[in-house]
DNA sequence: CGCGTGACGTCTC
DNA sequence: CGAGACGCCACGC
């Protein structure tokens, strides 16, 4: 569970700027392929002091959070773009660009 | 210990 | 190509 929960903090503070990671390429890199939801979990329970970049986490369209999240997505939306990460400018991010890839790190 | 719930994902229609 | 249904896993009650 914190465990669980770690990892994901964990991962999302690895993610660099202009970068993106998805909810179930986080769920794969600890293992638990099918725990996409639980990542979102982890990112919803996520404390603030631990600073987390957590705009950088999208779905896999790279659809980002809903308007409760971050106190509106256009605030994760600013932010992102603020990294230099592109957009496809349907409000998605275009994954085939910004989207991170850790094993080649 | 079982039930409901959710920043998702994949398959179908 | 958009919307809906089901599946998954961890957590609180």
């Not at 509106?72 to 085939?96: I, Y």
Request: glycine share 10%.
């Amino acid at each position: 569970m914190e465990h669980f929960f770690n990892q994901v903090y964990a991962w999302v503070a690895r993610i660099p700027a202009g970068k993106v990671l998805t909810y179930g390429q986080i769920a794969r890199l600890l293992g638990r392929p099918r725990s996409a939801r639980v990542v979102g979990w982890a990112l919803r329970a996520a404390p603030d002091h631990l600073k987390l970049p957590c705009h950088r986490v999208v779905d896999r369209q790279g659809g980002l959070a809903p308007e409760e999240a971050f106190g509106g997505a256009w605030r994760q939306r600013m932010l992102l773009e603020g990294e230099d990460v592109p957009f496809q400018g349907n409000g998605r991010v275009d994954l085939n660009a910004a989207n991170w890839h850790p094993e080649q790190e």
